[in-house]
């Protein structure tokens, strides 16, 4: 019986999902009701609960008490082939670009707070849960597209108060890092953790996305070359829906191309 509602499921989102990659529901159109779509498709509800759960989670729709089922505008899928190399200009340092060679845009005002740090920055920069703890905050996206990374750095206490600075809003030339490194932490080194998550609901609002999307989290730990301990933790969240990361493999020595002998079955 769960097989074969499963199957059911399956085939019920399939033929949605059709419909809305061919145009015939089209950006903010709705849907059929869960009555019609469960007459229509000759089933209960449970199954088209379960049918539309797949098609959220995919982000190609809303479902919404007012609202109804409505089919979600779907932003560009940027291909991103990221690096490991810190570069820098006269503005400060350059991390490796999700949409490189394209110009960036800041949706709303960048905020510094303080806040109460949440538990995985907490454990990146080693921070009881809960401190007190500068926060930056930027939503930002390439020219013309809606919001494509929420970034949340913070900055440990201790840092604050060698470089008082870190914790305004205009930090001057080269930002909050060259207020640290200033400081007596240069020069610093970073890591980085990627793993995915389902958003908050906070951060599913701030970048318009489906709440049932899973999200790419990259946390940027750096860390001071006089304490070796972590100074700051950058965490950048990326709608799931919105990035490809796409990598070059290369051939060890191991592997390297030689002319072979052909093989040869002995008949």
């Not at 809305?20 to 869960?34: A, H, S």
């Not at 498709?41 to 919404?64: F, N, P």
């Not at 009881?128 to 905050?137: A, F, H, L, S, Y």
């Amino acid at each position: 019986m769960l097989m074969a509602m499963s199957t059911q499921r399956e085939r019920i989102a399939a033929d949605l999902r059709h419909r809305i990659e061919t145009g015939e529901y089209r950006p903010g159109d709705r849907l059929p009701t869960y009555e019609e779509l469960a007459a229509h498709y000759g089933t209960g509800h449970a199954t088209i609960q379960a049918a539309l759960r797949i098609l959220r989670t995919e982000g190609l729709i809303s479902v919404r008490k007012r609202a109804g089922i409505t089919v979600r505008e779907r932003p560009p899928v940027h291909l991103v082939q990221r690096g490991t190399t810190v570069q820098r200009d006269r503005h400060g340092y350059l991390f490796p670009g999700w949409v490189p060679n394209k110009p960036w845009q800041t949706h709303g005002r960048p905020r510094v707070s303080v806040e109460e740090i949440p538990a995985r920055p907490a454990e990146l920069l080693d921070v009881d849960q809960g401190t007190p703890v500068v926060r930056r905050r930027r939503i930002t996206s390439p020219v013309g597209e809606p919001p494509f990374q929420l970034a949340d750095t913070w900055i440990h206490p201790t840092v604050v108060e060698d470089a008082p600075r870190t914790a305004e809003r205009d930090t001057g030339p080269g930002g909050y890092l060259d207020r640290i490194e200033e400081s007596g932490h240069g020069p610093l080194s970073w890591t980085e953790h990627t793993r995915t998550r389902m958003p908050t609901t906070e951060e599913a609002h701030l970048l318009g996305m489906a709440d049932a999307m899973p999200v790419l989290e990259i946390a940027r730990v750096g860390t001071s070359a006089r304490t070796n301990a972590p100074v700051e933790v950058t965490i950048c969240i990326i709608p799931g829906d919105r990035v490809e990361l796409v990598t070059r493999l290369r051939r060890a020595p191991s592997a390297r191309w030689r002319d072979r002998p052909a093989h040869h079955d002995g008949s």
